[in-house]
Each structure stands twice: as structure tokens, then as C-alpha cells.
């Protein structure tokens, strides 16, 4: 194991990275030291260095642990006392125990005696009920704050549902530390006139408080700092559950500021009515109303004359044919499968008990409206809010790139899709995102043409496939401006965990819209106006220049927020595949979309959905309330571990590379210069603060692109025949020469250790055939280093739709739908191939597509029906390297009209 570099932990234990894990990785090393202090004290001999080297480990860790239960400061002197007495023997013991401890129980094991834990015999005889740290923050005196976690903590009883360990810190930025680094922290009590500073210095914890613009010393005489930290911690983790603390009655009721607490007490001396509510915080958030309903329903005795043979198991255990299905996934899965609503459980298609009650609290969670589960995955829950959304004739601003769900929602809908094509990155064959200069320009040119009425909706993958991550709030800011009443649809997918996450979750629509609601009905923004307006008035309305390239505000007496965002719940959190959620932030939902949403959804909902789907659903937002930050947290620190491990390896980064913020965002959307994950400094957090903030684009850490081209290998032969075959691997998607790495909080430090290793065999492989290579052989890798390199097809653009399918000339949107259908007719088609295609091209033909042609993955349609074939897309088809290309029919060619079809249709 690499020794930790004692000097650099201070820094490196700090929020660019994962403070939590960087903390155990200490204890582990301070074990294994301790471990050779004991043999060398068998053999006779005694190393300073070893002992100095514990000494400085532990004097690193030590002021972190005022953050933790366990072990804490107390313990970790005791250790430290140990090793100043010399006895090898107990130290080395004590610190084995609590390495254990800490590893499998973290915060928990505060809950045994410590001097158990120093002895060697401290451990859970039985199951405890689940655990989560209770954090005070209070100025009281440290007599009276041990006064007050005893009266609390011997307020539990045996029957408690849940336990806790008491926290306690004096100050706002020990307390605010304490919530960013320990991810068990489930709950605060804090003091309403608390203390700002710590007399514990943190290198790298400036730049967070700095980062994050919190509250400095001026103007606290007017805002309380309890009140500045609960206003802080509901920033960083908004589903905590905070009390407040006053001795002052008249200064906390009706004040503004407390309402940011869940309830505020008046001093600290009702122990019990301040435990039990902090237990039922807990429990409220614990609580998965469709899942507890399951679970009763399935401990009933039923008898099933309904639909459903598999209910209850009863056609699988007494069958002699099919029981092993039964002893596969045992007998819980039957028992709660039912295709009733009654008896407790509830209806998807007509909620009004338990679906409803988790529906909300999945509501509360994502910061949303509404929000309404799926059991047919997102690309069911795209094509409900697009069919609900618009109509016949409405004009849809869609990325090209978005997946295929949504362009068949447009054909179902009758929408006309206006295609928006995003910036491609050639070099690795993946585009990127739409930029905001390419939409304003569209809106304009719509304007122009007297179509900006009919444009209802915006329609954009945040993020995209490789983890391309919008400005949100500027994207709708200026697109508002421009048309106040714009609908946004946010395909968040891949974006399910972030509100765990304080600066992805700044760029999600749902959090987004409400800053904005927020923010328009502000005196502070009219003022902001009106001084926008002046400005504007000096330019020329009709100069588009005026347009591109100011920042532009939207008409606060006009506006309205209108946003939606759907979410693959399974790509990135714990829920059963085909798990999807739609969350909706619109001001005008109920009085213009209720209706249709109910008819959409109704029209594209099994009247059968899969009761498990549903509750899974349910564990995914309480797991996300409860452990997302520390999970997802520890998904980000793995995903920039293995970054900076290829980055670093000599080995490794001979053949690949992960491509960073630079690579895959031009230099023109990334106006803060960040440029790479890859580096371990302490400035890394402080400058991608910045880029959240500011920049147009950002590249989410988690979406790890690995570049393959110096391996000799494409994107497809690497998946399949390396990764999977022959190291039982597998990745998310591919490209000519990249394969896409997905860091989810199912990812863990052992699997992350296995691909490392996978990667050192793969390369040094290819260091022993490049040494025993032939000049022959040299000039065949070379070759085939070329064309992942220089031979590769150029990224096509959308073309355009025909003139047959295009309702306005003067416009680019195209009637997909009428394409759509024309191709239902008979002898309106033929089959061509590929090459012949070309040829026909080249001669001055014009060949025209029936379908959508759909290469999987990624997902998104490379022509749509109606649409012009370009000899550009036939080239890229023929350098496709996936399997699956939906619509193609490789045996026969592209489905193209014929032309007495086209002519007839534009007759």
C-alpha cells in the first residue's frame, strides 16, 4: 500500500475530495504501521521512524475528529497516550479495534463503551436499529453541553426505532465542517446566537466557506448565526432535518430566518420532547408509504381470486416444473405481487393513498411541484410529457442528440420538431451540447419569420450520455427573455442523485425553476430590470447582435416558469430497472396541462404496473434523503481517484487517457479556464466552483470518458472482448475510440480496484507484444492507432427536412408526424444500400428517410422521418461501431420514399 503523504492530508482532507474515506484511509495506514511497531518490539529492535511517523499520522487525523462520534477526539488521544507509553502491544491492539469499528460501523460505534473499544471487546451482540448522528451546535459550556447529551441520550428505549450519537461543536464553522465532511450527520439543534469562528484552522476549508459565499462577519449584528448556518446547511444538504435553539421567545416568533427550521425550541431543557422529535424527523423521512403497505399486505392471508397466478407464490411453489423460479428469487417477491388495489395499496393510474403519499414525499426530495412515477421507464415518461405539452402544428426546439423516446413523442403529439444540433467533438466522435448562442439565434430567426408564437417547448438532455451539464438557470434565463411563456423539458436521466449533491443539483431544472420563481418576485430583481432595460433601450432591437451577445433578462410582469424534467430513478440510484419519475415545476400546470398530463399518462400507463417498480422507487428517495450525500459523495471521490490514477500511472497513460473538462467543452463555454479534474491540489474544488457557477457548460466528474486510441483498440472490441470476456467488466457506452465509465453510488472502492487492475494487465500486455512486435506488426498497430485517431467519420449534422414535410419555407421545422405515417402506405418505399446510396447521391438524387435509423447506443436518431439523407450520415453509418442500429435493416438498405411518394405528398 502507497504511504500517505502525512503533510498533504490536511489539504487533501477538504472538500475536493472525499474527507470521509481520505479520514479511514489514514486509520488503516496508522494500523499498518502500528502492526510493524509490534514486530519490531518481538524482535528486539525499535524504529523512530515508525513512531514518529504514528506520531504525525495521528496529529494530521486529530482535528478531524472533532467532526465524527468515532472514534473522536477523546479516543484518539487515548491512542496517543498509548503510543507515547511505548506499549506496542495495547496500541497496536486499540488501534486494530478501532480501525474495525470505524471501517464497519463508522459513527455507530461511538455507541459502545470506549473503554470496550480500548480493550479490544467492544461489539454489537445485536442488531441495533438503524443509526444517525445528531449534531449540536451551541455556545454552552462544555460541563453543560455533556449535561445535555446525557439528558438526551438517556432518553432512548429499548423500543426506539432508531438510534443516535450526539455531535457536539460550539461554533458556526465547526458546525458547518461537520455537516460537509460527515455524511452520517441526519439531524441539528443550533444555537440561534452561535459563535462564527473555529479555533481549528483547516487548510482548504477557506476556500469552501469562501466558494460557497456564506456569511461573513459583517452584518451579523442583524442576522442571527444560527440563522446563518441553517441557511447554509440548507444550501449544501437540503433534506437534513434542523431545530432551532432561542432563549429569546419574542426574537424567534415570526421572525424571518426560523421558519428555516423544521421547529425551534426554547432552551435545551425538555429532553425528551427534543428527542422525540427528532426521532419522528427521522421516521418521516424513513417512512416509504407504498413499500410499508406492501409489506402489510404481504404478512395478510389472502385469498387471490384475481388476476395473477404468481400471487403469492401459489402456481410456482406447488409446481414441479417451474420451482426453481421460486427458489431463485424466494418467496417475499410473490407475496407482494397482486394486481389489486385494495386491501392498502393504491392505483398508479388514480392515486389517493399510499403511491400518492410517496409520489409527494418523492416531490419534497426533488424540489418539484408534482411528481408522478412510471413504472415503463423514461422513455415512457418522455413521451407523457411531450404528448401532454403540445399539440398538432406546436413548434418543439430539440437537441437533435436527445434520446429517441422523445422524437416518437413528437410523431405521437403532431409537434413539429425544429432540430438544434449541438457542438460535435470530432476527435472522439461525441457531441456535445446544444449552445445557448445556437438557441437564441433559432428564437430569433422564428421571430423573424412570425413563427415565435408557435414555439411552445425546449427540449434538452442535461446531462448528456457523456456527462455534458447545462447552465440551467442562464439557459432559461435568456431563452425567457426572449419568449416569456417558453415550456423547458429537461431529460435528467442520468441525473436522479443530485440533489445530494449542492453544485449539481444548482444545475437541475427542478431547483433551478424555484430559485427563479423566487428570484423574479423579488423587489431586488425589478430593480436589476429596470437598470437592464436602460441598457437595452441604447441598442438596437432589431440588430440580432443585440440578442447574442448581451446577457438577457426576462420581463418579470411576463414571465412564467414552466419546467419539467424526467429521471431514469434506476441509472443512478437504488430502484428496479424501468423505474422513471416526472417532476414538473410549472406555474400554470393546474390551470393549463393538469388534464392533458392525466390523459397522456393514462394513455401511455400499463393498467398493470409492477407493484416492486413502484416501491423500489419509494427506497430510492429515502435512501436518497438519508445516506445520498455520503453515498454519492463517495461515487465522486472514486470517479476522481481513478482520474487521477490514470492520469498519474506511467503505465496506464501510455495507452489511455480520461478526457477532462477541456477536452470535451470548447474553451469558449468554459469562461472560469477550469480545465481538468486530474489534479490533486487543493485548488481543484475552488475552481470547479467556479465553472458551476459560471460557465456554460461543465463536465460531471461521475461520466468518466476513457480514450482508447493509443491502445490500438475501438470502442466496441474493448467493451466486449477485453473488458467484459476476459475481465468480467462492464461499461456504459462506446464511441469509434472511447468507452464511457459510470461512477454510480453502486460502484465500489473493491470494483474500482479490480478495473484499475484490469487496465495495469491490459497495458502491460501491449508493452510486452509491442517489445516482441516484428516491423510488420508495428506497422499494423500503428494502423489501426490511425484510424481511431485520424480516419475518423465527421460528425453529421441534422440535414433538413424535405419540402414535402416542411409547413413554412422560410423556417426549418418539419411536420415529422405526416412522414411519419406516410410510410404506413403502401409502395411509398424502397430499400437502398448503403454504398449504392452514396452513388446515388453523388449523381444528384435526392434520397429521403421513412424512419427513424437509431445506432444503440447512444439512444438518439442519426435521420427521422421526412428527413434529407446526407452523404455525410451514410459515411458515418458505415463506420457505426455498435450492434444495434434500430431502423436499418442491414440485408436490404435504407428505407428511403420514393419519389412519386414525395411528389404526391407535396401535391
Partial sequence: MPQLDVEQLPTRLGLATNPAQLRRDAWTEIHRITDRMVDEQR??????????????????????????????????????????????????????????????YGDRAALLPEDEVMAGTGSFDRPTPHYFTLLIADRVAPGVARAVRASLLDARRQT??????????????????????????????????????SDNT????????????????????????????????????????LYGITDQASRAIGTPGYELFDRTFFGLDDSMEIFVT?????????????LDSLMRYARRPIGNFHALPVARGNSIFTSRWIEDMGEFYGRNIFMAETSSTSGGLDSLLSPRGAIKESMEAASRTWGSMKTFFATNGTSTSNKIVVQALTQPGDIVLIDRNCHKSHHYGLVLGGANP??????????????????????????????RAGELDRVKMVLLTNCTFDGINYNVERFMEEILAIKPDMVFLWDEAWFAFSPAMPLVRDRTAMYTARRLEERYASNEYRKEYAEYQQR?????????????????????????????????????????????????????????????????????????PNYQIIASLDLARRQLELEGYEKVSAAYEMALTFRQKVATDPLLSRYFSVLDPEDLIPAEFRASGFSTYGDESSDTYAQAVEAY???????????????????????????????????????????????????????????????????????????????????????????????????????????????????????????????????????????????????????????????????????????????????????????????????????????????????????
Fill in 278 to 290: 427528532v426521532l419522528n424527523g427521522i421516521r418521516q423521512r424513513y417512512t416509504t408509504p407504498l
Fill in 43 to 104: 524482535t528486539g529492535t525499535k524504529s523512530a521512524s515508525l513512531r514518529e511517523r504514528a506520531h504525525d499520522l495521528l496529529a494530521a487525523v486529530r482535528p478531524f475528529e472533532r467532526y465524527w462520534t468515532f472514534p473522536g477526539p477523546e479516543l484518539t488521544a487515548r491512542i496517543e497516550d498509548l503510543l507515547d507509553a511505548e506499549d506496542a502491544t495495547a496500541l497496536a491492539a486499540a488501534v486494530d479495534h478501532v480501525t474495525s469499528l470505524l471501517n464497519t
Fill in 536 to 608: 437595452m433601450a441604447e441598442l438596437d432591437p432589431d440588430d440580432d447582435a443585440t440578442w447574442l451577445d448581451h446577457r438577457l433578462l426576462p420581463d418579470p410582469d411576463r414571465v412564467r416558469i414552466r419546467a419539467y424534467s424526467t429521471h431514469s430513478t434506476h441509472k443512478s440510484l437504488s430502484a428496479l430497472r424501468q423505474g422513471s419519475m416526472m417532476h414538473v415545476y410549472d406555474q400554470d400546470f393546474e390551470r393549463l396541462v393538469a388534464d392533458n398530463f392525466t390523459e397522456a399518462f393514462l394513455a401511455h400507463t400499463s393498467t398493470s
Fill in 693 to 907: 457557477e459560471q460557465d456554460e457548460f461543465v463536465l460531471d466528474a461521475t461520466r468518466v470518458t476513457l480514450y482508447l486510441a493509443g491502445s490500438g483498440f475501438n470502442g466496441a472490441e474493448f467493451r466486449d472482448d477485453i473488458l467484459m470476456d476476459q475481465h468480467g467488466i462492464q461499461v456504459n457506452k462506446t464511441s469509434i475510440n472511447t468507452v464511457l465509465l459510470i461512477f454510480t453510488i453502486g460502484v465500489t472502492w473493491s470494483s474500482l480496484s479490480v478495473l484499475l487492475d484490469a487496465l495495469r494487465r491490459i497495458a502491460a500486455d501491449l508493452d510486452i507484444r509491442l517489445a516482441q512486435a516484428s516491423d510488420a506488426d508495428r506497422r499494423l498497430i500503428e494502423r489501426r492507432q490511425a484510424a481511431l485517431t485520424d480516419d475518423l467519420p465527421h460528425l453529421p449534422d441534422f440535414s433538413a427536412f424535405h419540402s414535402a414535410f416542411r409547413p413554412n419555407p422560410a423556417t426549418s421545422n418539419g411536420d415529422m408526424r405526416a412522414a411519419y405515417f406516410l410510410n404506413y402506405q403502401e409502395g411509398v418505399r424502397d430499400y437502398v444500400p448503403l454504398e449504392e446510396a452514396r452513388e446515388r447521391l453523388a449523381n444528384g438524387e435526392v434520397l429521403v428517410s421513412t424512419s427513424f435509423v437509431v445506432p444503440y447506443p447512444p439512444g438518439f436518431p442519426v435521420l427521422v422521418p421526412g428527413q434529407v439523407v446526407s452523404d455525410e450520415i451514410l459515411e458515418f453509418m458505415q463506420k457505426l461501431d455498435v450492434d444495434e442500429v434500430h431502423g436499418y435493416r442491414s440485408a436490404v438498405g435504407l428505407s428511403v420514399f420514393t419519389d412519386a411518394a414525395l411528389g404526391e405528398n407535396l401535391g
Fill in 418 to 447: 425544429l432540430y438544434l444540433d449541438a457542438y460535435p467533438l470530432e476527435q472522439y466522435s461525441i457531441y456535445g451540447a446544444v449552445p445557448l448562442r445556437t438557441i437564441k439565434q433559432t428564437l430569433l430567426d422564428l421571430r
Fill in 160 to 197: 426506539d426505532d432508531f438510534v443516535f450519537e450526539v455531535l457536539l461543536v460550539d461554533n458556526l464553522e465547526d458546525a458547518a465542517v461537520a455537516v460537509v465532511a460527515n455524511g452520517e450527520i441526519n439531524a441539528c439543534i443550533i444555537r440561534d446566537d452561535l459563535p462564527l469562528r
Fill in 202 to 241: 483547516l487548510p482548504g476549508y477557506s476556500d469552501f466557506f469562501e466558494g460557497l459565499d456564506v456569511v461573513t462577519s459583517d452584518g451579523l449584528d442583524t442576522v442571527p448565526r444560527g440563522i446563518s448556518l441553517a441557511r447554509l446547511i440548507r444550501q449544501i444538504r437540503p433534506h437534513l432535518d
